[in-house]
């Protein structure tokens, strides 16, 4: 059985991607991954998670012409090669996908990534949201299954498309590991308790409050992994604030070595505002890989996030835009290293439950009955 995956993405930290592809070939399919290209790299190449092919576009900074660019492309790749089953990751790629699965018959699953009526870059590009949402609207009609990452999510995606049969809610868990240094990045530890926060720096996420917070807390520092959008204002940030000391920046690590340099730490922050409909329901790979590392979390307290705190006992959750009260709530966690202890062994029990090995079977259920 041959399978699938498309995403307009690079796939260095595509954990979701790699982690369904892994376990398609693991599971006996043929797997193609098409991804976009960047400088350096080959566009044809052979991985432990399938068979990679690149598409190169000139048009690296966005807008429309890239969209347009690459679906063009992607359309005619697909066209002459065999798939039997197109797995799209995200609404970039669904209309090349839908339209190979309609003209060859071909079955297609949906990978929503994210609720794209209540992604933050439609707020200021109404007309874009418009075009956008109304071309899935049209695609719909050829979706096989639509996947996507928490349960009210799904349930948006129910009520906005409810003649597609089949929801299904596929989790961003890692694999279940055990942190090793060998694999680490060297991790400063300048004071006696260290945040970590790792990923992407979008607003949104609460890193500007983060970083006000830690101006009030003496004895602790924080390590953010990761760049983006906000990294030079984040770095004027520190330097306005004077906490040079307390904040250091380093640049993305691999993602095999995300868990094990995160380890490292006594506790790993997701604080994602309720900004959009995506961030007040998000479910980041994040939270889960700090539990998969063993960390005690703060997390803020939208709904997706405190559940999975509450029910586990995994930390602390906080409301994401009141600096003071993060900082408080971090002097609370590091003073009591009793709980610290009780929470890092919750989050060695939960990794138990929540990992990869688990919420592949889901997915692979989803490929067999597609096949049959």
Known sequence: MHLTHITLNHLDHDRRLKNQAHSAVSAKYQVLIIALGRAGELKEENALFGDVRRIFSPFVHGGPLKFIHYNLHLFFLLWHIRTDILHAHDLWVLPAAALIAAFKKR??????????????????????????????????KYIDALLTVSEPLAEKYRQRYPNISDYRVIRNLPFREQPSLKQAMSFPRPFKHMLVYHGHLKPGRGLENLIRAMAQIENTGLVIIGGGELLERIRRLVCELDVSEKVIINDYVSLESIISTSAQADIGVVLFEKTSTNYSYALPNKFFEYIMAGLPVLTSDIETLSGYVQKYDLGRTVDPSDPRLISKTILEMTGDPEALQKWRKNAHKASEDLNWDREAEKLLKIYEKLAD
């Open 107 to 140: 079955k297609l699953v949906y990978d929503a990534h994210e609720y794209y009526a209540g992604l933050m870059i439609f707020k200021k590009r109404p007309v874009r949201k418009l075009v956008w949402l109304f071309m899935e609207s049209l695609l719909v």
